[in-house]
């Protein structure tokens, strides 16, 4: 478990997720898309998340904190 990645949410959700379903589906296809791209299997267990994965979810952080987007 960890803590959802939107800013405005602050809840758990199982450590694989980047999101809960609301704002994971708010965001554009394309981060959405990127996510997915970058994502390596095993990341959330090792802690070593790829440089590019990293740069996508700050623009996803910043897609949320932008639109207000709640979870």
């Avoid at 800013?7 to 898309?33: E, I, Q, T």
């Amino acid at each position: 478990m960890h803590i959802c990645h939107n800013p405005n949410c602050g809840r758990p959700l199982p450590a694989h997720l980047v999101a809960h379903p609301k704002a994971w589906f708010a965001l554009p296809k394309s981060y959405r898309d990127a996510i997915w791209q970058n994502y390596r299997t095993g990341q959330e267990r090792d802690k070593q998340p790829s440089i590019e994965y990293r740069a996508v979810l700050v623009d996803c952080i910043s897609f949320w904190q932008e639109h207000g987007t709640k979870c």
